[in-house]
């Protein structure tokens, strides 16, 4: 997720137009600014990352669900 603002130890982050806001605690000493990539697990921002990283594993993300196929309907079982 890439941080749009930066409130104390609290980040609004945006991915794919999805907001959340989540504590930089974990990264403090990482000094995050707005325009930052961090992983986020379970509300933490645990750790920056490159922006290729960041763009490395969107990429990789659409791949794995490009190729992965639809469940069948409820219906369908």
């Known amino acids: 997720m890439q941080i749009t603002a930066i409130d104390g130890l ?7 137009g ?3 806001d989540v504590s930089v605690f974990m ?3 990482e ?8 992983m986020v ?3 933490q921002a645990v750790r ?3 922006e290729e990283d960041a763009r490395l594993s969107w990429e990789l ?3 794995i669900l490009a ?5 069948p309907a409820h219906g369908d079982l």
């Open 67 to 71: 190729e992965t196929p639809e469940p």
């Open 48 to 50: 920056k990352v490159s």
């Open 31 to 38: 000094l995050p600014q707005v325009g930052d990539h961090v």
């Open 27 to 29: 990264i403090r000493d």
């Open 10 to 16: 609290f980040a609004r982050c945006e991915a794919r």
């Open 41 to 43: 697990s379970a509300g």
């Open 18 to 20: 999805t907001f959340r």
């Open 61 to 63: 993300y659409d791949q």
